[in-house]
């Protein structure tokens, strides 16, 4: 006898929760930072360079200046590498300006185990020495199994480590949201 799991969506957050969460973290990195002195964004591709490009943009709003922003592929850093079955797409990173002496802000859309945040960190680390990396993510869903930790989180999602979250967005031809898919 086959048993067919049924699965169900609950809507975490919608397009204007998701303008609200990160217009906040936007004013976060503003007032911790001081400004946008000696800053910089990196997002993690893909949901974050997405999400990084936003805060770009709500950053330049309130402060009138653009900040760096660049591009990480992390699948080389990844610690999975070589046992997956199938072999990752290695995509381009792009960060066009020296990180060495500035503040770093990674952006990603979902935090959970942390080990795509270390991942991202030894590839940035591999191309200078930032003053600091701070942590901006979209969703923390726990689950850590290294020690990191976000310092701006659009919103903390208690789940199940068999649940998955889903980020949506406009870039990528979809209506932005978040999901939870959870067993029914």
Known sequence: ???????????????HDMKRALTRISH???ERNKGIQDLALVGIRTGGVYLAR????????????ELPLGEL??????DDLGS????PEVRKTSIPFHITDLKIVLVDDVLFTGRTIRAAMD????LGRPAEI????????????L???????????????????????????????VVLVTAE
Not at 150 to 167: L, M
């Open 1 to 15: 006898m086959t048993t067919i799991s049924r699965q169900k969506e609950i809507l975490l957050m919608d397009a």
């Open 147 to 177: 020690p990191i930790k976000a310092n701006y989180v659009g919103k903390s999602v208690p789940t199940a480590r068999d649940e998955i979250v889903h980020v949506y967005l406009e870039e990528l031809g979809e209506r932005d949201r």
């Open 54 to 65: 936003r805060i770009q943009a709500f950053i330049k709003q309130i402060e009138g200046h």
């Open 84 to 87: 997956r079955r199938d072999q």
């Open 134 to 145: 701070q942590l901006a993510v979209l969703i923390d869903r726990g689950h850590r199994q």
């Open 123 to 126: 590839g940035l680390i591999d």
């Open 28 to 30: 976060e990195i503003l």
């Open 73 to 78: 592929d992390i699948t080389l850093y990844r």
